[in-house]
């Protein structure tokens, strides 16, 4: 048997969805020699798919997203399925595109590779400690480097043996089907309160993406959410007669608490994306996220500020936010909240405003009280403000 001769690089990224290919590109670009190691990407993710132009503003040096299978989304439409109403937010010019994800992240991916990173298509099967920093080990080979970049999702590997894995209450299940040779310019959401959670259908190029979300510790099974998601098809006439693709996929949604204990980073390693819990617990909203933080990894590495400086930028710049929509959360998918909501947007054009800047990733959770306060629609605002979602503190 030949021995395995092992690589080494300057830093060893696991995981090559959008944060970790992202981080690749930006050290790679810096002059690092970085290898991005995984298995599987690009491939077609099973979760909505929104890219907000904000999060096309960061990749626009590498990705032309003019050229990008993609649809751009219209308009949003809250629907309740049950009292069978409704009520339609207009976006704004390319505000939220969805793109397949194999085409978003291989993108990406290649973005990275044309950078100088050198992709080990490879799972990863162990990280281990060494006294240089770290050894990485696949099917195939030894990856050895002073730093490693976890980018490996919710049940990241890196996060397993560098930190902890992430607790079922810490955990969203986001299953449903795709409904092949349907697509749309619209985007459909119902929030609902049996399991909290909401219902959503989002177009693709070649398809729609629907499904439900809940928390993995809210005691019901998959199958089960499934069922509901094959439902709500049913009762929008999504698609009539078009082949149904199941699918299941771990979303981290962490509590108030969780965001202000998170770790995301220590000495040589970092975690980024979902790998780090950087997912909104509302909308369970994540690749603007990911890419920040993996621009934010890629900056500390190369420059030798370590995790501390970028632990502080991922503080301040993204879980300030998150913490506040975490205490929000619990209120948000109320059934009675949600009736005040549709109202709301049936009747009020700056309240569609705000709801559109939200949804585009504009509107922070930590001033949308007030936002919502300032429209001239004082009735329909201080509805919403007193109910008993907005009545909490974001620090309560």
């Not at 809250?78 to 704004?92: M, Q």
């Not at 993204?318 to 205490?327: P, Y």
Request: hydrophobic share 45%.
């Amino acid at each position: 048997m030949t021995p395995w001769t092992p690589a080494r690089c300057d830093v060893a990224i696991v995981g090559a969805g959008p944060a970790g290919c992202w981080a690749a590109y930006g050290l790679a670009r810096r002059g690092a020699h970085v290898m991005l190691v995984d298995g599987s990407h690009p491939r077609e993710k099973p979760c909505g798919g929104g890219v907000t132009a904000r999060a096309l503003a960061l990749v626009s040096s590498a990705i032309d997203d003019s050229r990008l299978p993609a649809c751009a989304i219209r308009t949003a439409r809250f629907v309740d399925s049950v009292r069978h109403t409704s009520a339609t937010v207009a976006l704004g010019e390319r505000a939220l595109v969805v793109a397949g994800r194999t085409e978003f992240d291989g993108a990406l991916l290649a973005a990275a590779s044309h950078a100088g990173a050198r992709v080990v298509r490879s799972r990863a099967l162990d990280v281990t400690r060494e006294a240089a920093g770290f050894v990485i080990q696949t099917a195939t080979e030894q990856i050895r480097a002073p730093i490693v970049i976890g980018a490996d999702g919710a049940n990241s590997l890196v996060r397993r043996k560098l930190a902890r894995p992430f607790d079922r209450s810490e955990l969203s299940v986001a299953t449903g089907y795709f409904i092949h040779g349907v697509t749309s310019d619209e985007i459909i959401l119902e929030l609902v309160d049996d399991p909290p959670g909401y219902i959503w259908s989002f177009p693709r190029p070649t398809h729609l993406a629907v499904g439900i979300c809940a928390q993995a510790d809210a005691g019901t099974s998959a199958t089960a959410l499934r069922a509901r998601a094959a439902s709500w098809i049913r009762a929008l006439n999504l698609g009539p007669g078009a082949a149904l693709e199941p699918y299941s996929w771990p979303i981290p949604s962490l509590t108030r608490r969780g965001f202000e204990n998170l770790s995301a980073g220590g000495p040589g390693w970092f975690l980024v994306g979902d790998a780090a819990g950087l997912v909104d617990p509302v909308t369970r909203e994540g690749i603007y996220f990911a890419l920040q933080s993996g621009e934010w990894a890629a900056a500390a590495a190369s420059s030798g500020a370590g995790p501390s400086r970028y632990q502080e930028q991922v503080r301040d710049e993204i879980v300030a936010d998150l913490v506040c929509a975490a205490a929000y959360k619990a209120k948000f998918f109320e059934s009675r909240f949600q009736g005040l909501l549709l109202e709301a947007l049936g009747k009020s054009g700056k309240v569609r405003t705000i709801m559109a800047d939200l949804i585009a990733g504009n509107q922070p959770y930590s001033t949308l009280k007030w936002s919502l306060i300032r429209t001239a629609e004082l009735g329909l605002a201080w509805q919403l403000v007193l109910s008993k979602w907005y009545n909490r503190s974001p620090k309560e």
